[in-house]
Every structure is written in structure tokens, then in C-alpha cells.
């Protein structure tokens, strides 16, 4: 099982940016997916960006044009740039690589 480790939430104005890193331990990162979610309390987790082994992003149409993800294979980290935040982005944010999860990163997005 991979260890998962996020970092990098935080407080932001609405407008800000922020960028979320994943850092995972184990030699099979570099040929597998990760995902970012996030949930929100009172709501359900839901999947904000995917990244497969080769690079190719799928985002939820909440974060499209706003959000990136990216991964450093070498670093085995994964990383989620967000722009433009809005407060209804402010949630509870985990990576997730098979069936291993992170224990997650606050955003909080307020004036």
C-alpha cells in the first residue's frame, strides 16, 4: 500500500490561488493515476482532477479552466494548482492513488 501525504491547503481570498502537493512513498508511482477530491461538509466527496501514469488530466466541470494538475514522477509527487478560487471551493482536499487515500489538506477559501 502507498503512503499519501497532501499539504499546501490553507486560508485564501476568493480570487486566490493555491497550490496542493501529494507526495507518495513506493516505486509504483510513476505508473499510476492519482486523483484529487474533496468534500465539503455536509456533502459528498467528489473527484476534482485525474492524472493517469502518462499524463493525461480529467477535471470536474466546477474546476475546469481554473484548476491544473500535474506530477513530478521523480519527486513521486503530484501536485493540484488552483486559480480563480470561489467559496463554494472550499473544502476538505484528498489524494488518492488506488486504494490508498491521504488524510487531506483544508481549504479554505473567505474573506
Known amino acids: 500500500q502507498v503512503r499519501l501525504v497532501e499539504s499546501g491547503g490553507g486560508l485564501v481570498q476568493p480570487g486566490g490561488s493555491l497550490r496542493l502537493s501529494c507526495a507518495a512513498s513506493?516505486?509504483?508511482?510513476?505508473?499510476?493515476?492519482v486523483d484529487w477530491y474533496r468534500q465539503a461538509p455536509g456533502n459528498q466527496r467528489e473527484l476534482v482532477a485525474h492524472i493517469s501514469g502518462g499524463g493525461a488530466t480529467v477535471y470536474a466541470d466546477a474546476v475546469k479552466g481554473r484548476f491544473t494538475i500535474s506530477r513530478d514522477n521523480a519527486k513521486s509527487t503530484v501536485y493540484l494548482q488552483m486559480n480563480s478560487l470561489k467559496p463554494e471551493d472550499t473544502a476538505v482536499y484528498y489524494c488518492?492513488?488506488?486504494?490508498?487515500w491521504g488524510h487531506g489538506t483544508q481549504v479554505t477559501v473567505s474573506s
Open positions: 513506493g516505486s509504483i508511482f510513476s505508473v499510476n493515476a
Open positions: 488518492s492513488l488506488g486504494v490508498s
